[in-house]
């Protein structure tokens, strides 16, 4: 089970930091990453991480703002976002990586409900 928080309503330029809980005893086992969706639009790719933090990846068009990181010992997977732009505006959804191309939304499992980030201008 994975729970998201931290969303809410911020300005341009603003910060905001998404909290990911995840259940289960092979967390650490698991690649983790980060999804958006905005209205009337496909889930798209933000951020992963491998399951020991060596390696991230980021969509172009966050790459130097946002930063992904985990806790294992926690079971927890973060979304440090700065410089918010009214296009970050989205549902961000945090999932567990399977396998196949870790930037397509059907290679993951374990997603959770989402939690909205509203960014005005």
């Known amino acids: 089970q994975v729970v998201e928080s931290g969303g809410g309503l911020v300005q341009a330029g603003g910060s905001l930091r998404l909290s990911c809980a995840a259940s289960?005893?092979?967390?650490?086992?698991?690649?983790m990453g980060w999804f958006r969706q905005a209205p009337g639009k496909e889930r798209e790719f933000v951020a992963l991480?491998?399951?020991?933090?060596?390696?991230?990846f980021y969509a172009d068009s966050v790459k130097g703002r946002f930063t992904i990181s985990r806790d294992n010992g926690k079971n927890m997977v973060y979304l440090q976002m700065n410089s918010l732009k009214p296009e970050d505006t989205a549902v961000y959804f945090c999932a567990g990586y399977n396998t196949g191309s870790y930037y397509l939304a059907g290679s993951y499992g374990y997603w959770g409900q989402g939690t909205q980030v509203t960014v005005s201008s």
């Open positions: 289960g005893r092979t967390f650490d086992s698991f690649a």
């Open positions: 991480i491998s399951w020991d933090s060596d390696q991230t």
